[in-house]
Every structure is written in structure tokens, then in C-alpha cells.
């Protein structure tokens, strides 16, 4: 099975900063648009950032002037440098695949990371 393998989250203060890596592992080829996500307990999983394979670069309106994502396409790896945190950021944050070949067939549905904690507070 494909797994999505995501590293870097921890605890700062705010205004600290954190750099998230994201990286698959199994058989997986020919990403399309990777992304991260981010949910906290009793709430809907949202939009952080995304960024297609062509370099093309979306984000949230609450994130657009203090992250930025980024990739490595030889080696299917995102990367979400995250400046100025605030403490609303504290989240689970979810690395995600959308477009992809499997290796036999194209798929177009999602792929998800397990998470990996950001803890934002004084």
C-alpha cells in the first residue's frame, strides 16, 4: 500500500517557524497536485496549500503571506516552510496526494498522510 510519510511538526511560540516534508513511500509515480491540510479537534479538515507538478502554487486566504509550499518532483517530496506561526495554526497537519499513477492505472482520488502535530502557544 502507498503511504505518505510526513515529518517536522513540534511545538513553537508564536511567531516561530516551522518546515514540514512530506514524501511517499510504495508504489506511486507521476504526481499530479500535492498538498497540505490541517484539522483540529471537532472541525472540518481544510486547505492549507497546494502546488501542482507545473509548480502552480494555491493557498489558503489565512496562510497566503507566512507559508509556503514547495516540491521536488524527482523525488515526490512537498515541503510547507511555515513563518510567523500564530497560535491558531496548532493543528494536525496532513500531507496529501491528488492525481497520481499507481504504476497499472491513473487514479484521481486522494491519498493521506497519517499527520504530524503543530503545536503553537506561549
Known amino acids: 500500500q502507498v503511504r505518505l510519510v510526513e515529518s517536522g511538526g513540534g511545538a513553537v511560540q508564536p511567531g516561530g517557524s516551522l518546515r514540514l516534508s512530506c514524501a511517499p513511500s510504495?508504489?506511486?509515480?507521476?504526481?499530479?497536485?500535492m498538498g497540505w491540510y490541517r484539522q483540529t479537534p471537532g472541525k472540518e479538515r481544510e486547505l492549507v496549500a497546494t502546488?501542482?507538478?507545473?509548480?502552480?502554487?494555491n493557498y489558503a486566504d489565512s496562510v497566503k503571506d507566512r507559508f509556503t509550499i514547495s516540491r521536488i518532483n524527482a523525488e515526490n517530496t512537498v515541503y510547507l516552510q511555515m513563518n510567523d506561526l500564530k497560535p491558531d495554526d496548532t493543528a494536525v497537519y496532513y500531507c496529501?496526494?491528488?492525481?497520481?499513477?499507481?504504476?497499472?492505472?491513473?487514479?484521481?482520488?486522494?491519498?493521506w498522510g497519517q499527520g504530524t502535530q503543530v503545536t503553537v502557544s506561549s
Open positions: 510504495g508504489r506511486i509515480f507521476s504526481i499530479n497536485i
Open positions: 496529501n496526494v491528488e492525481g497520481y499513477y499507481t504504476g497499472t492505472h491513473y487514479r484521481t482520488d486522494a491519498i
Open positions: 502546488i501542482t507538478s507545473g509548480g502552480s502554487t
